[in-house]
């Protein structure tokens, strides 16, 4: 090969690599723009996501496994995805744990009579039919209860620390009971997983080991937890009564929703995003997580009637039971780990502020997408890191390798505030961020689904 041709082949191979190394051709980008603002335009100006996340949390209420308000809001689901015109749209039966609350009340009896708002904790079993009566010992670490242990038995260990986030203050929720009964207490309570009290109790899942007899488990207000604080430092000896019906039944059928956009060039690789259809049995799940279900349904039901044409398939999955045993997210897997997938995208962080696309995945594929942060900035500061997550899309991601997105929002601290509790209503929801969250997840899972 002489000189000239040498160097004219040099910058061909130079030119392809540069243009094989962005996630899309000059011509492309220049096109995407304007179907990125398309999206845009579309979504802002929508109030049908809005509409129906507010009916389906009044008209359904709070979706917790197993009950009859989440099954009749699936099939509400299943029968909008079919008016939407999604194809595939179907539900697929899936066993979910049944734990009921009954009724369940605390009050302080001494040293003086007082009703605590109270919630008990997911997988909790009751009290005795005339509840628990007994002096109560407040602790703010598992190490001073080790160290107090003699002076738990018999009674209700209240476990009272400041919150220093959620994934410290959740220990005492989930194995909070374990530790007490391991020292004798007859019963355990929590200062509710939030930042703030407003008398405002949260619940959430809890567990049991095999090993360690089982007590009744329940959140209280941190208003009351350090009222109890307090009466204990004084030795003023409070006493609480806690009386519960929580009981955990056989498992039920409930189902995965799901609806999709078949691809053009590539209908067998599968893009799917989704969020968990199911809550707690408290408020409605507005936040936690019909938000993100009602977001990654409608980006879908966006990109179709802008009547884009996405090359792969893209599949918006409703997973159910994230909250007590993701058996949605297992269940799934299991049926689809034999299909190709290209990516599982979740929203499961509350509607506020879209602020991070995160995604797991190779250095190459990492780089293309960050190559979507300037259409993701048409919708606001939306930055692109590493580290995609999601519980429901963790089985089968982790089963196939499969990269991982998400999008998170910047709830300015405010997520955990009605987080569990009877305050995750619609009205938290504010429809143009709504819209922006649907936006920023269209042109995210559209412009991945395109990635050669
Ligand atoms: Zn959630």
Same mark, same amino acid.
């Given at each position: ?134 002096? #109560?010992?407040? #602790? ?313």
């Amino acid at each position: 090969m002489n000189g000239l041709r040498y160097t004219t082949f040099i910058l061909i191979i130079a030119i392809m690599l540069t243009h094989n190394n962005s996630s899309f051709s000059a011509d492309t980008q220049k096109n995407y723009k304007s179907i990125v603002q398309s999206i845009i335009d579309k979504a802002l100006s929508d109030s049908v996501a809005y509409q129906r996340l507010e009916y389906m949390c009044d008209t359904y209420g709070p979706r917790l496994s197993g009950s009859d308000n989440l099954n009749k809001a699936l099939m509400w689901i299943k029968g909008e995805m079919q008016k939407d015109g999604f194809a595939n749209v179907k539900a697929e039966e899936v066993y979910v744990p049944h734990w009921v609350r009954g009724n369940e009340w605390c009050k302080l009896v001494s040293p003086r009579e007082a009703k605590m708002p109270m919630l008990g904790l997911g997988g909790s079993i009751a009290t005795p039919k005339d509840g628990i009566t007994a002096p #109560v010992l407040v #602790v703010h670490s598992y190490e001073e209860l080790e160290k107090k242990a003699n002076e738990a038995k018999g009674k209700i260990v209240v476990f009272n620390k400041d919150w220093l986030g959620y994934g410290d203050a959740v220990q005492f929720r989930t194995h909070g009971a374990e530790k007490a009964a391991k020292v004798g207490a007859v019963a355990s309570l929590i200062r509710s997983c939030s930042p703030i009290g407003m008398q405002n109790p949260h619940t959430g899942m809890m567990v049991y080991s095999d090993t360690i007899p089982k007590i009744p488990h329940a959140a209280i207000t941190h208003e009351d937890a350090l009222l109890l604080e307090r009466l204990e430092a004084r030795g003023q000896n409070p006493v609480v009564h806690l009386y519960m019906e929580a009981q955990t039944l056989p498992d039920v059928i409930s189902y995965n929703v799901m609806g999709e956009i078949r691809g053009t060039e590539k209908p067998d690789e599968i893009v799917v995003l989704g969020g968990h259809s199911d809550s707690w049995d408290v408020g409605t799940g507005a936040d936690d997580d019909g938000g993100g279900c009602i977001a990654t349904w409608h980006a879908l039901k966006l990109l179709k009637e802008l009547g884009i044409k996405p090359k792969r398939t893209i599949r918006a999955v409703m997973f159910v039971n994230e909250e007590n045993g993701v058996k949605g997210g297992k269940a799934y897997a299991d049926k689809h780990k034999d299909e190709k997938h290209h990516l599982m995208f979740e929203f499961d962080s509350g509607v506020f502020t879209p602020e991070v696309i995160g995604f797991s995945g190779n250095d190459t594929l990492m780089e293309k997408v960050k190559g979507f942060e300037k259409y993701l900035q048409m919708v606001d500061s939306i930055n692109v890191t590493k580290g995609g997550w999601g519980v429901d899309i963790s089985p089968l991601a982790r089963l196939d390798n499969i990269p991982v997105m998400s999008l998170g929002t910047n709830d300015e601290g405010k997520y955990f505030w009605y987080h569990h509790s009877p305050a995750d209503t619609p009205d938290k929801i504010d429809r143009v961020v709504l819209n922006k969250c649907i936006a920023a997840i269209a042109i995210a899972v559209y412009l991945y689904s395109e990635l050669d």
